[in-house]
């Protein structure tokens, strides 16, 4: 199983990017996907999570109404699109796979699989 996380980079407050995570060697449209993302000396922290019909979706507190998950099981391919980013926003992101209930959506020790991780900074 691979994920590939990719679309990070530098961006100025306010400033938008749009994460994306392929996978590959599972059957993407049974796993329910994440993002996580970790700050440097912080834990890793869960973002968002979409289940695998796409039907619902989770989010962090901080992130609602800035950050949309969204899936293309056609393409194997989930997306994070974040708006109005914040310089505390900065992370590194993770895109993560695994069959999940609801309660666990938000534990990584809920998910079997990880991408890479792609580096997302945000200056003020």
């Known amino acids: 199983v691979q994920l590939q996380a990719s679309g990070g980079g530098l961006v100025q407050a306010g400033g938008s990017l749009r994460l994306s995570c392929a996978a590959s060697?599972?059957?993407?449209?049974?796993?329910?996907m994440a993002w996580f993302r970790q700050a440097p000396g912080k834990e890793r922290e869960f973002v968002a999570a979409i289940r695998w019909s796409g039907g619902r979706k989770y989010y962090v507190d901080s992130v609602k109404g800035r950050f949309t998950i969204s899936r293309d099981n056609a393409k194997n391919t989930v997306y994070l699109q974040m708006n109005s980013l914040k310089p505390e926003d900065t992370a590194v992101y993770y895109c993560?796979?695994?069959?999940?209930?609801?309660?666990?959506?938000?534990?990584?020790?809920?998910?079997?699989?990880w991408g890479q991780g792609t580096l997302v900074t945000v200056s003020s």
């Open positions: 993560a796979a695994g069959r999940v209930i609801t309660s666990a959506s938000s534990s990584p020790a809920a998910y079997n699989y």
């Open positions: 060697g599972l059957t993407f449209s049974s796993y329910d």
